[in-house]
């Protein structure tokens, strides 16, 4: 039976009514005071022009027609120049935050095996001032272990905070670094290692453990590896001719005055070396300037609509991967803050996130992510 036939015809004209009046009286309001209307504008206008005057293109935004974007702002042409700008212009607001563990333990699970699952806290916050000395020192003392401007320096890490402190220390000094993902395989690290010649490398007291120190010996011309993590390694069962250190002390190390000279590089200077996956065979390493870096985010700055210091970015892809590098960097140069994850703590229902307890998403609450498309869509 239709539903027509059911109602008075009366009963529904007045139904009708009732809502074409609510959706008026909701959607004007909504329409004028939102900003759609001027978002449907934009949505409509010409985003590209061919620059050849043919439809075959190439094509380039029209607020790039004469030239493409090459600077994130005006004078800062270099990673470090970029890194000390938003230091003075937002000394003291949030840059990278850490989630604070408060428990650990293995949970058994129906099938038998037993997962990790955590407690996290808030987020600890380093303000842009703090990051800023941070990473200077951390620089300062890594040329103090005899690190030289234009000679490769290798990290081998998971993405976190003291990531990108080692890497804007490195940018400052000068130092290319060598960026590996924390997911190759011995040979695929020994490679890249022995490759670029690296003498020092930046890693984590659980990567140097479980995949690091088996191939130690393969690396023959390396020297130093600096640990980040807070407590201190134990040296025991290291090849000879390698010393440790954990990050704080090299800091510690590059806070004396006599420390602190450096060459600033140029934008034609190799920022990163950064290895691929090697998913098609040995991963090669792909030299990038501080100019192609600084122009690649320029052009991430042009497409996000009023990316400004009020935005949150939750940083969880590998900094190994360019995208996540750029990311990162252009919400440092406009002051956002950068809350660090991880695909297994993201979301209240990631594997290690304990049942009841928030995951990143939910604590940190993010205007910004990166995602890559060729991964399992995210479920948050």
Known sequence: MKLKEDINPLLLQVFRSVVWVYSVITFLPWYFFSGAGSNLERSRRIKACSISGHPSGPYRATNSQEKLAALVHPGVETLDKMFEYAARRFPNRD?????????????PQPNGKVFKKVILGNYHWLTYEEAYHAAKCFGSGLAALNQKPHHNIAIFCETRAEWVIAAQACFMYNFPLVTLYATLGPKAIAHGLNETEVTHIITSNDLLQSRLKAILCDVPRLQYVIVVDVKPTRQTDMPRGITIYNMEAVKELGSKPVHVDRRQPEPSDIAVIMYTSGSTGIPKGVMISHGNLIAGIAGMAERIPNLNETDTYIGYLPLAHVLELS?????????????YSSPQTLADQSSKIKKGSKGDTSVLKPTLMAVALAIPLLRL
Request: negative net charge; proline residues 0%.
């Open 327 to 339: 990311a990162e960097l252009v919400c440092i140069s406009h002051g956002c803050r950068i809350g």
């Open 95 to 107: 840059c990278l935050g850490t989630r604070e563990v408060l428990s650990e333990e293995d949970e």
